[in-house]
Each structure stands twice: as C-alpha cells, then as structure tokens.
C-alpha cells in the first residue's frame, strides 16, 4: 500500500513539475495566433487584392493585401485556390500580437461569385503602401 502512495505521489510531483516546465517554455518562446475571416468579395487589382469582409457585427469592412506580400518564400501573403463551397476565406496569423502572415483561400474560377472587378484606373497606391494588416472585428 504504502508503495502504491509513493509511486501516485512521485507521478503527481512529475506531473506538476512538468506543467511548470511546459507553460515557462511557452512563454519564452513566440506565441502564434490564428484568427478566421470569411470573405465576401476579392478584387484583384495590379497592386494586390481588395478582401471585403464582415466585421462582428455584421457589416462589412475592406482589407488591402499588396502584391509584393505575395511574392517569394519569405513574403507575408499565400494565395490558395479550391473550388469548393467553404471558400473564400483568410487566415491571418499574429505573432506575439503582432500581424505576422495572411494566406487567402479562394476560388479557383474567377468567374465564381466571390471574385469581383475593379476599375482599373482605380489608384489605391495609399491603400497598398502598408506593411501591416489591421483588421477591423
């Protein structure tokens, strides 16, 4: 009897000791976060993609992705097509609080309703000057 206590009792301290352990390594090391957008239109543009969203409220919101974000293995952008009812949608990821990266799922015909038109005389440069994404929720 008295072993079966030492033992749970060596098992417990073990345990505990290796929560401590796992949450003092969590908060040393980055910490990312995932937040999932639905999307309700995509307007390619020559400078990136207008993503119109719904906020939390219901109504709706405009997000400006820039092209370069999308361009090498180190950008801050990923573009995935699907054809399948989920999309379109994005992922945007935050490390320590901070806007890290944004892979947008979209539809692979840009026929889909999903994929709008924007003028193309249409001058955005301020709203695709940014290096950050600054959702509104």
Known sequence: MRVIRLLSLVLLVGFVAGLAYAQ???SEEDSLFAVTVPINRIYPHSQGYEV???????YPAVAYLPARWFTGAAGKGEIIFEQNDAVPYMVVY??????????????????HTSWGVLRSDADLSDEFSSDTLELQY
């Open 24 to 26: 003092e390594q969590d």
């Open 52 to 58: 119109v969203y719904n906020k939390t409220d219901l």
């Open 94 to 111: 935050y490390r320590n609080g901070e806007f890290s990266h944004v892979r947008v799922f979209a539809h692979s015909s840009r026929s």
